[in-house]
C-alpha cells in the first residue's frame, strides 16, 4: 500500500529565504506525482506534475524535484514571498490506478 | 469563471437527512472525482467515474453514491448522514487526452457538518 509522507508539517521562513519542502513515498511504481497548494477556502491549485520518467519540472520560482528510485521528490521555492504561505500537498499515481495518494500537507509561512 | 465548481459551499446538516453535493466542469474532461480532506488523514478517494456510463468506486466509498448525470456534471449523495461524514469534500477532474499526463484538477470544496 502506497505511503507519503511529507516533512515538516510546519514551516516558517522569513521573506526572501529559498526552502525546500519534502515528500517521500514507499512504492516508486509511479505513474506520476503532483505538488499542490491548498489555500482556506479555495481548494487546491495544481503547481507541478512530473511524470515518472522525469526528473524535474519548474515554473516560475518553483522547481519539483523526482528521484524515483528513492521515493522522494522536493519542491523548491525560490525567494519566498507572503504570498506563498498555504498549505503544500504532494500526491502520487500509481501506475494502473486512478487514485492519488496524497501526502498530510506541509503548511508553509513566510513572515514579511 | 472557475472550471470546476462545487455546490454548495457549505452545508450544515443532522444525522439521517439527505443530501447532495454537486460538481460542475467547463474543462470538458472525461474524468470526475469525489475525494474527502479530513484533519490529520489527508484526502482520500471516494468515487471516479470515465464517463457517464462508467462509475467505480475509492477507497471510501461505503455511505456514499454518485451520479454523472452529463459530462460537465458529477453529483455525490449521502442517503443518510452520520456525523463522521463530516469533512471537506473536493470534486476534481482530469483526462488524459490533454496531454498533461492526467493532470488533475480541484474544485473549490464544499464543508459538511453532519450534528
Known amino acids: 500500500k502506497q505511503e507519503v509522507t511529507q516533512i515538516p508539517a510546519a514551516l516558517s521562513v522569513p521573506e526572501g529565504e529559498n526552502l525546500v519542502l519534502n515528500c517521500s513515498f514507499t512504492d516508486s511504481a509511479i505513474y506520476n506525482l503532483q505538488w499542490f497548494r491548498q489555500d482556506p477556502g479555495k481548494g487546491l491549485t495544481s503547481l507541478l506534475l512530473i511524470q515518472s520518467s522525469q526528473r524535474e519540472q519548474t515554473s516560475g520560482r518553483l522547481n519539483a524535484s523526482l528521484d524515483k528510485s528513492s521515493g522522494r521528490s522536493t519542491l523548491y521555492i525560490a525567494a519566498s514571498q507572503p504570498g506563498d504561505s498555504a498549505t503544500y500537498l504532494c500526491?502520487?499515481?500509481?501506475?494502473?490506478?486512478?487514485?492519488?495518494?496524497f501526502g498530510k500537507g506541509t503548511k508553509l509561512t513566510v513572515n514579511p | 469563471d472557475a472550471d470546476v465548481t462545487q455546490t454548495p459551499r457549505n452545508r450544515i446538516t443532522k444525522t439521517g437527512k439527505r443530501i447532495m453535493l454537486e460538481c460542475s466542469q467547463t474543462?470538458?474532461?472525461?474524468?470526475m472525482y469525489w475525494y474527502r480532506q479530513d484533519p490529520g488523514l489527508g484526502l482520500r478517494l471516494i468515487y471516479y467515474s470515465f464517463d457517464v456510463k462508467d462509475i467505480n468506486k475509492g477507497e471510501i466509498s461505503d455511505g456514499y453514491s454518485v451520479s454523472r448525470q452529463a459530462q460537465a456534471k458529477f453529483s455525490l449523495s449521502l442517503e443518510s448522514a452520520i456525523p463522521n461524514q463530516t469533512a471537506l469534500y473536493f470534486c476534481?477532474?482530469?483526462?488524459?487526452?490533454?496531454?498533461?499526463?492526467?493532470?488533475?484538477?480541484f474544485g473549490p470544496g464544499t464543508r459538511l457538518t453532519v450534528l
Open positions: 474543462k470538458g474532461h472525461d474524468r
Open positions: 476534481a477532474t482530469s483526462d488524459p487526452r490533454t496531454g498533461g499526463y492526467n493532470e488533475q484538477f
Open positions: 500526491a502520487v499515481r500509481q501506475g494502473g490506478s486512478e487514485k492519488l495518494v
